[in-house]
């Protein structure tokens, strides 16, 4: 006996039925797809190895005393800004005696020529003779100037340490009496050049002017040219006042008020806030070309790394030892060889002097 059978419906499959075994099968894969696609765009951007490391350039200048003397005033510290101009110090010169002993000397010189004319020229002989003995005066009274400055700041350290029981009461007055015994010759020669500069001027009321025109112009241009020689000297005698030749901030103060110094000897070094540009050293083989224009990533190493393009400025024209922090030590190898390059800084990052970048060279520029 035949039966007509219809076909029973399908059963219906639950939502969260399909929804597992989309989670099982395909999700998995999906995710999969979606992290290899972001590690490689990471790794490209963030990972993978520099071109070579760069240096953002810090710009230094040395302070130092242009003549040997006494730092009398430091008026800085460390970690403070100066603007460029402003007062460092103040040095005041200690030996100014070579100067002075060589003019002496080619005045004495001058004076010998003039003593053969004392017969025919008495009255303009001895006119200039008083002024050469006047210029003497005025230089020895230069040089005593200068010792009795010594004197007192000398005097002035010791009864310091005298307070302090550090020098014994000899020293210290045999330190008092040579300040009081230079301080009575000031004195005393200021009143000889006051005297002689009255009786030149009387001499020359009195000069003849016909003896006084048979002087040779060449004659008399040296002794004009010594007398400027010797107001130079005079005023390089003063105190020098150094100044700041950049703006930055003071980094190392190297000497301290009332130390003697040298010439040329360093006082501070100051460094400017910020810097134009990065230096690089591409190290052989080259992996790539450079040349003045490609764009170049620079890549910092802060916590929160930040990534800005630059373009290179300046390519150097030798292979040279890497004298910087950029330098490694190699076994085998003694100094560290690469060809520099200058790198634009990137507008948007902010870095200091001095910090170490990562530096990825473009083919394109």
């Known amino acids: 006996m035949n039966q007509n059978y219809n076909p029973l419906p399908p059963i219906p499959t639950p939502p969260g039925q399909r929804w597992r075994e989309f989670r099982i099968q395909v999700l998995p894969a999906i995710i999969f797809v979606a992290g290899l696609v972001a590690a490689t765009f990471i790794w490209k951007q963030n990972i993978a190895g520099p071109t070579l490391q760069g240096e953002v350039e810090a710009i230094q200048a040395q302070v130092a ?14 970690f403070q800004l100066v603007s460029k101009g402003e007062e460092i110090a103040v040095v005041t010169p200690t030996d100014p005696r070579a100067s ?8 004495d010189i001058l004076r010998a020529r003039i003593e053969p004319r004392l ?8 006119h200039e003779k008083l002024r050469l003995d006047w210029l003497l005066q005025k230089l020895e009274l230069a040089t005593t100037r200068v010792e009795l400055a010594r004197a007192e700041n000398e005097l002035k350290r010791n009864e310091e340490l005298f307070k302090a029981k550090l020098i014994s009461d000899e020293l210290y007055d045999l330190s008092l009496k040579r300040k009081e015994a230079l301080q009575i010759e000031v004195e005393e020669r200021t009143k000889l050049v006051a005297d002689l500069g009255q009786g ?33 000297t005079r005023s390089k005698l003063g105190p020098i006042i150094i100044t700041a030749p950049i703006s930055g901030m003071v980094s190392v103060v190297y000497r301290q008020a009332g130390e003697n110094l040298r010439d040329g000897d360093p006082i501070a070094a100051i460094r400017a806030p910020q810097s134009d540009r990065i230096v690089g050293y591409l190290r052989q083989p080259f992996p790539i070309e450079p040349e003045i224009g490609m764009n170049v990533e620079v890549r910092n190493r802060a916590q929160r790394p930040m990534a800005g393009l630059g373009h290179i ?25 690469g060809l520099p390059i200058a790198v634009s800084l990137p ?19």
């Open 313 to 337: 400025v300046q390519v150097g024209s030798q292979v040279e030892p890497i004298a910087s922090s950029l330098a490694a030590t190699r076994p085998g190898i003694a100094n560290d060889m």
């Open 100 to 107: 002075l002993a060589l003019i002496q000397s080619e005045i």
């Open 200 to 232: 030149l001027q009387r001499l020359s009321l009195m000069a003849n002017s016909e003896a006084s025109s048979s002087i040779p112009d060449d004659f008399l241009g040296s002794i004009k040219a010594e007398e400027e020689k010797l107001r130079l």
């Open 347 to 365: 507008p948007a990052m902010k870095m200091y002097p001095g910090e170490i970048v990562d530096l990825v060279i473009r083919s394109r520029k």
């Open 119 to 126: 017969t025919l020229q008495r009255n303009a002989t001895d």
């Open 65 to 78: 005393t242009p003549q040997a003397g006494v730092l009398t005033q430091l008026k800085v510290s460390r």
